[in-house]
């Protein structure tokens, strides 16, 4: 089945440590996003990447690293510059298109510092 | 101001009736719009999308793109309280490179 797949679905930090978020798409899309989400709150883009070898930051790039060395995956780095990292990430694919086609989304990986 | 924009509610509707939710942008250059439903705890689904003025429905709902004024909108005919969700807007901008841009979402309480 084609989907979209974001490892680990909890992952517990610790301050100073820089963690790896994993998302994999096999929907052939050529555009892949990651979005952070607080309690309450909406999505709010990180970064996002339209072709191999290249991304773009959304609003909230700080303390956040991203590559796009495969068409199928974009991991998530949320580094020791973060200073609140708790959240839920998701990560997002979609063809370049956007006018006729929706975004799909993972199930998500919710962050804790600890 | 914002890109995207969403009275976080909650709206609280009673089951049976008409729920309105609605969605300013800020870029004119915008192309296409979304509404997404997000339960507790999951992920964002697809429940519309529209991208020329005026209305298209998919069985209860309808979504509704004014682009001269800036705004779009979600009706949801026959409100049921598994309806009860957020419905979050999102809006593709297109400068030199596209990316999507959601809005905070607005929390909809049907009651019985």
């Known amino acids: 089945d084609g989907g979209i797949t974001q490892s680990p679905k909890y992952l517990f930090r610790k301050e100073g440590q820089n963690v790896t978020l994993s998302c994999e798409q096999n929907?052939?899309?050529?555009?892949m996003y990651w979005y952070r989400q607080d309690p309450g709150q909406g999505l709010r883009l990180i970064y996002y990447?339209?072709?191999?070898?290249?991304?773009q930051k959304g609003d909230i790039a700080e303390g956040y690293s991203v590559s796009r060395e495969k068409k199928e995956s974009f991991p998530l780095t949320v580094t020791s510059a973060q200073k609140n990292p708790t959240a839920f990430y998701l990560c997002?694919?979609?063809?370049?298109?956007?006018?006729?086609?929706?975004?799909?989304f993972g199930q998500g990986t919710r962050l804790t510092v600890v | 101001q914002k890109e995207v924009e969403q009275n976080s509610g909650p709206l609280s509707v009673p089951e049976g009736a008409i729920a309105s939710l609605n969605c300013t942008y800020s870029d004119r250059g915008s192309q296409s719009f979304f509404w997404y439903r997000q339960y507790s705890g999951k992920s964002p689904e697809l429940i519309m999308f529209i991208y020329s003025n005026g209305d298209k429905e998919d069985g209860r709902f309808t979504a509704q793109l004014n682009k001269a004024s800036q705004y779009v909108s979600l009706l949801i005919r026959d409100s049921q309280p598994s309806d009860s969700a957020t419905y979050l807007c999102?809006?593709?901008?297109?400068?030199?490179?596209?990316?999507?841009?959601f809005g905070t979402g607005t929390r909809l309480q049907v009651f019985p």
């Open positions: 999102a809006v593709n901008i297109q400068h030199t490179t596209d990316k999507l841009i």
């Open positions: 997002a694919s979609s063809t370049r298109d956007m006018r006729d086609t929706e975004a799909f």
């Open positions: 929907l052939n899309h050529d555009a």
């Open positions: 990447s339209q072709i191999v070898n290249d991304f």
